[in-house]
């Protein structure tokens, strides 16, 4: 191995080291899941939003969110028809990593 293969084995090294430690930085180990009435619009967003962090928030009240009883299968089908609809897929949790979906 000469001097460059191995400079360019101590980059890939260091690159995937700094890929690790962002990761682990990026997202918690675990996602908090938080009932949304013990949440607060300042908490919500000063510690979730603004930090770019998920959260899954539980027991959400339907009447506040009419879209659980309304979207259905059938209303979406009879309220969109034949629409094309936009999908941004985020396998990995990232907002900023949206992925197109590879043609079958």
């Known amino acids: 191995m000469d001097a460059m293969d191995a400079m360019d084995a101590m980059d890939r090294e260091k690159k995937a080291r700094l890929a690790s430690n962002i990761r682990d930085f990026w997202l918690p180990p675990v996602i908090p899941r938080r009932r949304f009435e013990d949440v607060t619009a300042l908490e919500f967003l000063r ?5 770019s962090q998920p959260v899954v928030l539980t027991d959400l009240p339907s009447a506040q969110w009419p879209c659980f009883d309304r979207w259905t299968e059938q209303f979406l089908l009879s309220t969109l028809g034949p629409s094309l609809v936009s999908v941004n897929v985020t396998p990995d949790g990232r907002a900023d990593a949206v992925r197109g979906l590879e043609a079958a």
Not at 47 to 51: G, L, P, R
Request: proline letters at 0%.
């Open 47 to 51: 510690d979730y939003v603004s930090m």
